[in-house]
């Protein structure tokens, strides 16, 4: 267990429709990273955080995704007017700090758009 | 070009024996650091180890050793006296720069190992 936690596991949608996603990641730490993996690929960065600042996005992220932190805690990710082409699992993911600052992933949210 | 390249998309391998997953990488910064991550069919991604670019000695943690080739730019995954548990997406990644508060990873397209019993 990471301590990373993301809700839901599990997201099936209409296409057309929004849906969001929530990180709570390891509480002391301020930067936190969005990462998409669509099938049979490595994760690929979207976005990420230093306390509520958002400091990078992705080509990737679309207008039509939006991420916040708004307290520097938690974070959304919301998707509007899905497409079949947002199915992917959506992975959160906090640094551990120290010499090597690995990642460390929440268990993702699987999001499938029908 | 592709930052990190994983050749081998899928390995079977009887248990016990000892098995190595490729991994080469591209990049121009003197600094960077190289992660392996494995992915059951849970979908979570569990960190096994890390070397950084100016580490000389190769990284170990128990079962998981990196063969680091820096010249070559690669960074092989060895893992020794394989279990059944070990059947898994495997994902290697770089960290370019290692500025402090990036931490942003570029992963390949990983290996899926199977450990036949």
């Known amino acids: 267990d990471t301590g990373v936690s993301q809700d839901p596991r599990h997201k099936i949608t209409k296409r057309g429709q929004n849906v969001t996603f929530r990180c709570d990641p390891i509480?002391?730490?301020?930067?936190l990273y969005w990462y998409r993996q669509t099938l049979g690929q490595g994760p690929e960065f979207l976005t990420y955080?230093?306390?509520?600042?958002?400091?990078?996005k992705s080509r990737l992220l679309s207008d039509r995704f939006s991420a916040e932190r708004p307290k520097g805690s938690f974070s959304t990710l919301e998707i509007q007017r899905t497409e079949q082409g947002d199915s992917a699992m959506y992975l959160c993911?906090?640094?551990?700090?120290?010499?090597?600052?690995?990642?460390?992933f929440g268990p993702g949210t699987r999001l499938t758009v029908l | 070009a592709q930052k990190i390249t994983q050749t081998q998309p899928g390995m079977f391998v009887q248990e016990k024996e000892a098995v190595t997953l490729d991994c080469t990488y591209d990049?121009?910064?003197?600094?960077?650091?190289l992660f392996w991550y494995k992915q059951p069919s849970s979908g979570e991604m569990i960190f096994l180890i890390y070397?950084?670019?100016?580490?000389?000695q190769n990284a170990t943690e128990g079962r998981y050793s990196l063969n680091f080739q820096k010249a070559r730019k690669s960074a092989n995954l060895v893992i020794s006296a394989s279990q059944l548990g070990d059947s898994a997406m495997y994902f290697c990644?770089?960290?370019?720069?290692?500025?402090?508060?990036?931490?942003?990873?570029?992963f390949g397209t990983g290996t899926r190992l199977t450990i036949i019993p």
């Open positions: 070397q950084g670019s100016y580490d000389e």
């Open positions: 955080f230093q306390n509520e600042a958002q400091l990078e």
């Open positions: 990049t121009s910064d003197q600094s960077y650091g």
């Open positions: 993911a906090t640094p551990t700090g120290g010499a090597t600052d690995t990642q460390y």
């Open positions: 509480s002391e730490h301020n930067r």
């Open positions: 990644a770089m960290r370019e720069g290692l500025n402090f508060g990036n931490e942003k990873l570029t």
